[in-house]
């Protein structure tokens, strides 16, 4: 049982580039979330998705995209990196039951140069 | 829109001694509360959930207590050790539709405990 897990840990881009995270998570989850970490600011909701199939904005949407492959996967898709993108993304799920419990991943370390 | 506030931002203390992170939230419509532990460089571990419905919830050393009312919780960690060291995050969780719950977070207490 691996949890949530996270592709890659590092990263870097040039301005401009595109790149796609990765996040599956193997508790049969319904809800999915993206959020970064930025020094200061605490960490932020970018997207989540309460069910396959389903996506909403967070807090930081612009210059994101997503999607949720399955039950499993929920995937952050950068479309044209900018340096106000260097961060530490982090994935996260909950169950249904009552609790709502959210669990992390590892995080992805992005630099933008 | 919810704002979290943790006070204070760093806390260093001598081994053994007995402490308590605050956490204030501005909407008291919260579901449940989740503090949570993050080391240099590491991912997120939860270390309690308070269901809006209860007072307090314990593990080990560690007690969490929820005054939902006066949007206050506090994280009372008893007999630190230098394994405590870390950074503390509150996350108060709201509603966010379809059976799913956005968390909050607040800009976290950086705890160093001395040998």
């Known amino acids: 049982n691996a949890g949530v897990t996270q592709t890659p840990k590092f990263q870097v881009l040039k301005t401009g580039q595109s790149m796609t995270l990765q996040c599956a998570q193997d508790?049969?989850?319904?809800?999915m979330y993206w959020y970064r970490q930025d020094p200061g600011m605490g960490l932020r909701l970018i997207y989540y998705s309460a069910s396959e199939g389903t996506t909403d904005k967070g807090e930081v949407p612009n210059g994101y995209n997503v999607s949720r492959l399955n039950k499993r996967e929920f995937s952050l898709r950068l479309e044209s990196a900018a340096p106000s993108q260097t961060s530490v993304y982090f994935c996260?799920?909950?169950?249904?039951?009552?609790?709502?419990?959210?669990?992390f991943g590892p995080g992805t370390r992005l630099t933008v140069t | 829109k919810q704002e979290v506030t943790q006070i204070p931002a760093a806390l260093s203390v001598p081994e053994g001694e007995n402490l308590v992170l605050n956490c204030s939230f501005t909407d008291s419509a919260i579901y449940n509360l989740q503090w949570f532990r993050q080391d240099p460089g590491k991912g997120l571990t939860s270390l309690l959930l308070i269901q809006s419905s209860q007072r307090e919830q314990t593990s080990g050393r560690l007690n969490a207590s929820l005054d939902k009312s006066s949007g206050r919780s506090t994280l009372y960690i008893a007999a630190s050790q230098p394994g405590d060291s870390a950074t503390y995050l509150c996350?108060?969780?709201?509603?966010?539709?379809?059976?799913?719950?956005?968390?909050?977070f607040g800009k976290g207490t950086k705890l160093s405990v001395i040998p």
């Open positions: 508790m049969n989850h319904n809800s």
């Open positions: 996350a108060p969780a709201s509603y966010s539709g379809a059976g799913s719950y956005q968390l909050t």
């Open positions: 996260a799920s909950a169950p249904d039951r009552v609790t709502h419990e959210q669990y």
